[in-house]
């Protein structure tokens, strides 16, 4: 069935650094692959989103690759803060459908 | 912002109850979701409806109802409570564009 792997499952940089989480869908129908961020207590913040047709998308300090090949999908912080520390989650959604398939989330800490 | 609310926010209750949590979203979507987050934070799609039409509806046990009265309204109602309930849900919405929003979430606690 479908499945978003998504590793790390735990993250700890110093700040300043960069981080990389990475996730692989198994869906070849897949065209459209948001990244959310939960804060302690939160709700499911989006903080960018890809779609097929684009390989890479940059906001300020995050960026996301998409390799429709490999049907992997990665999220890059650079300059990392921290109030960036925070679960983030991957997700996949297969067109004509409205169901999305979220990874097991990744609990990154910044330390100061 | 209260673009996708929910209430009540947190609620406690013992085996065996009822109990019913709401959401209401103003932002003119056409779909709305409920998803249960479980302690190790894994978000799990329940149920989903489009237009007031249910179009999602994972392996959930049947005591747990979802009815939507119109498009902006998708309550959970759940009978018969058992500790493994016990868990945060999230409400959802989202649009043609396939943006979703979550509400702020409802931690169910199961005694």
């Known amino acids: 069935g479908e499945n978003v792997e998504q590793h790390p499952s735990t993250l700890s940089v110093q700040e300043g650094d960069s981080a990389v989480i990475k996730c692989t869908y198994s869906?070849?129908?897949?065209?459209?692959f948001p990244w959310y961020k939960q804060e302690l207590g939160k709700r499911p913040q989006l903080i960018i989103d890809?779609?097929?047709?684009?390989g890479e998308k940059k906001d300020q300090r995050i960026a996301v690759t998409l390799n429709k090949t490999a049907k992997h999908f990665s999220l890059h912080i650079t300059e990392t803060q921290p109030e960036d520390s925070a679960v983030y989650f991957c997700a996949a959604r297969a067109s004509g459908t409205y169901k999305y398939i979220f990874g097991t989330g990744t609990r990154l800490k910044v330390l100061a | 912002d209260t673009a996708v609310s929910q209430t009540p926010k947190y609620l406690v209750t013992q085996m065996g109850n009822d109990k019913s949590i709401k959401c209401e979203q103003n932002l003119g979507h056409d779909t709305m979701y409920w998803y249960k987050q479980d302690s190790k934070k894994f978000l799990k799609i329940m149920f989903s409806?489009?237009?007031?039409?249910?179009?999602i509806n994972e392996t959930v046990p049947n005591r747990f109802s979802p009815k939507s009265p119109d498009k902006a309204h998708l309550n959970l109602h759940i009978n018969s409570l058992e500790l493994g309930d016990s868990a945060v849900y999230f409400c959802a919405s989202s649009s043609k564009a396939q943006v979703k929003y979550f509400g702020p979430g409802t931690r169910l606690t199961v005694t």
């Open positions: 890809i779609r097929s047709n684009v």
């Open positions: 869906d070849s129908a897949s065209n459209y």
């Open positions: 409806y489009n237009n007031k039409e249910l179009i």
